[in-house]
């Protein structure tokens, strides 16, 4: 079992940033890819961006250029920056983990409340 602890959400005004941390019970490396994504109200989990084990990125067109996904290894934590924020990135922001890359090994943390308005 690999447990994720998200932190770092909040209440923002449009335009603000915010920083989400995702911290893993086991060796970052162990983990082949990490991502984010989000829900909101009345809405399908979508995607954010991810991040694989040899740093590869990738994200969704509408946050592109806006936020930034990174990985500190010695600290087993996948950071999100979240920059020139809308009230349209408003969503619960869950951490999810797929240990072999497969879509079978596959965790999610308990999600960080993200809301955006003014």
């Known amino acids: 079992q690999v447990q994720l602890v998200e932190s770092g959400g909040g209440l923002v005004q449009p335009g603000g940033s915010l920083r989400l941390s995702c911290r893993t019970s086991e060796s970052i490396f162990s983990i082949y890819i990490m991502g984010w994504y989000r829900q909101a109200p009345g809405k399908q989990r979508e995607l954010v961006a991810t991040?694989?084990?040899?740093?590869?990125?990738n994200y969704a067109d509408s946050v592109k250029g806006r936020f930034t996904i990174s990985r500190d290894n010695a600290e087993n934590t996948v950071y999100l920056q979240m920059n020139s924020l809308k009230p349209e990135d408003t969503a619960v922001y869950y951490c999810?983990?797929?240990?072999?890359?497969?879509?079978?090994?596959?965790?999610w943390g308990q999600g960080t409340q993200v809301t955006v308005s003014s």
């Open positions: 991040i694989t084990r040899g740093g590869s990125t």
């Open positions: 999810n983990a797929d240990l072999t890359g497969g879509g079978v090994n596959v965790y």
